[in-house]
């Protein structure tokens, strides 16, 4: 048999795994290999988020978003129902506590409707104390539809079901560089080369580089934002039955900290988004060198510093003073003070940010000649994971004439 492998995939994350496995599914013996850095899957984004099954309100009708999410909630859900993986579907609440932040709610409504978002309903404050009796809102938007689940056990999944199918997973295997040839593609690596016909990148937080080392010209670098987590104390969990968040600022890619309770019963706060000095930067003290200077030197970062300055230094502030966390939280529930919250953990997203200072908000999924690169895969990339897995097996197949 040649060394040759048909497609090889860089990331053992959720989208990498999803990916291959869906072409496996679709084209049986082919050699597929998913090459991942660390020593276990779903080590990075994926295994540092806030576990939600989001049922797709917040994104443009005829986004890509929009159409992988609302449908990617129901395949995962089923996905989970078919391998007994843990969900619940414990709804979500949007709140406003605000006049001012009504007219942004009636949008999110009509988006969540045109979207097809499932049982969503506009709900005022009985029916609020009902779902969330430690809310004070106004008004809010109740999402039954949306659920928790571990988004690591669902990658381990797809992993088992890879090698079940007869592909490779590799750990403990960072790419170093990449060659093009004639037909294929040389993949160095920290464990030697490995060749392959086609390449898919879904390499996370460093997908841009490898879009670089095959010597594609993409027009974006990805900043890296930490999301950090308080978690609260256990006496304290009755305050959150399941998901509160605040109305979202539309001009953000991310949905303001909130509340969410995890598969594992604990209940968390947060993320904020503060700038990350590392793209694996999970802790406040961490510095890459390299990452950070690629950050500061990126036009694009400071085209996004100059329009959200007054952003990035409130968040900067709330990220240091737990007082002004613990006060963003408490617009939601009054009763919390900053007794109840402990030091949590963080997540970093893999921002992607174009040189004339745009924050990507869909999904960006590129194809050349002989890869398929994901450039953009925020959130819901995990809830939409096994439709972002079938669209990649789909684009790989037509571009790299797979099974002809
Ligand atoms: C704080 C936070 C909260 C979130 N909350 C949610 C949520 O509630 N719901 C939701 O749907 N989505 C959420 N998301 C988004 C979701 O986590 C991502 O969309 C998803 O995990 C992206 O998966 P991925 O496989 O593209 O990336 P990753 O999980 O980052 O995987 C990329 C993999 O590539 C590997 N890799 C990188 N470079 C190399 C190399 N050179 N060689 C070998 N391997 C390499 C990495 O080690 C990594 O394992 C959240 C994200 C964050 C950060």
Same mark, same amino acid.
């Given at each position: 048999m040649s060394d040759v492998y048909d497609v090889a995939i860089i990331g053992g994350g959720i989208l990498g795994l999803s990916s291959a496995r869906h072409l496996l599914q679709q084209h049986p013996g082919l050699r597929v290999l998913v090459i991942e850095k660390d020593s276990e899957v779903a080590g990075q984004q994926t295994g540092h988020n806030s576990g939600v099954i989001h049922s797709g309100i917040y994104y443009r009708?005829?986004?890509?978003?929009?159409?992988f999410c609302v449908d990617g909630r129901n395949s995962i859900v089923d996905f989970?129902?078919?391998?007994?993986?843990?969900? *619940?579907?414990? @709804?979500?609440?949007?709140? /406003?506590?605000? !006049?001012?932040?009504?007219?942004?709610?009636?949008?999110?409504?009509e988006r969540?409707?045109?979207?097809?978002?499932?049982?969503? *309903?506009?709900? @005022?404050?009985?029916?609020? /104390?009902?779902? !969330?009796?430690?809310?004070?809102?106004i008004k809010a938007l109740w999402s039954p539809a949306t659920?928790?689940?571990?988004?690591?056990?669902?990658t381990r999944e797809y992993a088992k079901q890879l090698t079940e199918a007869g592909g490779t997973l590799q750990l403990n295997t960072r790419v170093t560089g990449i060659t093009p040839r004639a037909d294929s593609v040389v993949i160095q690596t920290d464990q030697g080369e490995r060749e392959a016909r086609h390449l898919i990148n879904c390499a996370g937080l460093h997908s841009d580089r490898i879009a670089r080392l095959m010597g594609v010209e993409i027009d974006l670098q990805i900043v890296p934002f930490r999301g950090e987590y308080y978690t609260l104390r256990k006496e304290r969990e009755h305050l959150v039955k399941g998901l509160i968040y605040p109305v979202p600022d539309p001009d953000l890619p991310f949905l303001g900290v909130h509340f969410t309770r995890?598969?594992?019963?604990?209940?968390?706060?947060?993320?904020?988004?503060?700038?990350?000095?590392?793209?694996?930067?999970?802790?406040?003290?961490?510095?890459?060198?390299?990452?950070?200077?690629?950050?500061l030197g990126f036009p694009g970062?400071?085209?996004?510093?100059?329009?959200?300055?007054?952003?990035?230094i409130n968040e900067v502030n709330r990220s240091l003073r737990k007082s002004v966390f613990t006060h963003d939280l408490q617009k939601m529930i009054p009763e919390i003070v900053a007794g109840d919250l402990t030091t949590g953990g963080a997540g970093v997203r893999a921002q992607a940010v174009r040189r004339?200072?745009?924050?990507?908000?869909?999904?960006?999924?590129?194809?050349?000649?002989?890869?398929v690169h994901v450039l953009n895969a925020p959130s819901p990339g995990a809830t939409s994971s096994l439709e972002i897995g079938k669209y990649i097996a789909g684009l790989a197949a037509e571009s790299f004439s797979l099974g002809v």
């Open positions: 009708p005829g986004s890509l978003k929009a159409q989970c129902e078919q391998h007994e993986i843990a969900f *619940e579907r414990c @709804g979500k609440l949007i709140m /406003a506590s605000h !006049e001012e932040e009504l007219p942004r709610m009636e949008t999110l409504f969540g409707k045109a979207n097809g978002v499932e049982g969503l *309903e506009m709900v @005022g404050p009985e029916r609020i /104390a009902e779902i !969330e009796p430690h809310v004070s809102a659920a928790i689940v571990d988004f690591s056990a669902i995890n598969v594992k019963g604990y209940v968390e706060a947060g993320p904020n988004a503060v700038l990350a000095t590392a793209r694996e930067g999970y802790r406040k003290r961490d510095l890459n060198i390299r990452d950070f200077s690629e950050t970062f400071w085209r996004v510093a100059k329009r959200e300055w007054k952003t990035g004339d200072g745009t924050l990507l908000d869909d999904f960006a999924i590129e194809r050349t000649e002989r890869a």
